[in-house]
């Protein structure tokens, strides 16, 4: 096997573009990625391929500080995955951790604890789910628009309650701020949404990393004292319509696969388990 870094996005996915689309629900999370990193360069981006006889077996992207994503479609990876722990274990990247499908997460992280010498603990089971049709829009009243400029000030606080019920842990100043950068961005870029009742917003979701074929849902956001009325479910199930007409074959999104309220949610509005991923954090 034989592993490779590439200088740019544009060389990385002349490479992998092709491979990773054929299956291109299951990489939505790698190729939104690269598609929007413009002309990012590896001096701060990873871009690495294993390739095995004339074709390849793995493809990964790291974008510092998060995890490094990896694919394969290898059924038993270990092999890929110990060539490109091995091949980065002699050049200067630091890996913080990994997040690909069940299988490959396990089979990097033995490989980076064994080439690296460290401990790895595992981290959120997530599943990613996959939608080429909605079965149910929900019968809440309201409806679905844009969010708006002026709603900055309240959706950075959802985004902050987003990000308090995924880590579990309460949120610091940076994440106030990082939160506010990232709501700004959206309603910049026109992604973010809300179910709207009375002329209020009541939950939140958005759309994100865009493909040729496939975009995902995220931000999925209802603050606690308006849990259970089925907001979530009629703003993403709006939402996931909205996508669809606009020309995208399907919609994915990741779940918390210990959240049954969710999962049940996106399973309800069609979304069907595409693959379980895990994450490892290394020492």
Not at 121 to 145: C, E, F, I, K, W
Not at 268 to 277: D, H, S, T
Request: proline share 6%; hydrophobic share 40%.
């Amino acid at each position: 096997m034989r592993a490779a870094l590439h200088p740019n996005v544009h060389a990385f996915l002349e490479q992998a573009q092709d491979y990773l689309e054929q299956e291109e629900g299951l990489n939505n999370l790698l190729l939104g990625i690269c598609l929007r990193l413009g002309d990012a360069d590896a001096a701060s981006v990873l871009f690495a391929t294993i390739e095995e006889d004339g074709g390849l077996c793995l493809a990964g992207v790291m974008t510092p500080p998060h995890k490094l994503n990896l694919y394969s479609h290898l059924a038993n990876p270990q092999e890929a995955a110990t060539a490109l722990a091995q091949h980065l274990c002699h050049t200067p990247w630091q890996v913080p951790g990994v997040l690909a499908t069940a299988p490959l997460a396990r089979a990097f992280a033995r490989a980076w604890e064994d080439a690296a010498g460290c401990d790895s603990d595992a981290g959120m089971r997530q599943g990613l789910y996959q939608l080429r049709q909605v079965r149910n829009r929900g019968s809440t009243p309201g409806s679905l628009r844009p969010a708006r400029p002026e709603e900055l000030e309240l959706l950075s606080e959802w985004a902050m309650g987003f990000n308090r019920d995924v880590w579990k842990k309460p949120p610091a100043e940076s994440d106030r701020e990082d939160a506010r950068r990232l709501m700004e961005g959206k309603l910049a870029k026109q992604d973010l949404y809300v179910w709207q009742l009375d002329s209020r917003p009541v939950s939140m979701a958005a759309r994100s990393r865009p493909t040729r074929r496939s975009i995902a849902v995220n931000l999925v956001y209802t603050p606690p004292a308006l849990r259970g009325r089925g907001y979530a479910t009629s703003c993403v199930a709006a939402l996931s319509q909205v996508l669809l007409d606009s020309g995208f074959e399907r919609c994915t999104l990741f779940a918390d696969l210990d959240n049954p309220t969710s999962n049940h949610i996106y399973q309800q509005i069609g979304y069907e388990l595409l693959a379980e991923f895990e994450e490892y954090e290394f020492a």
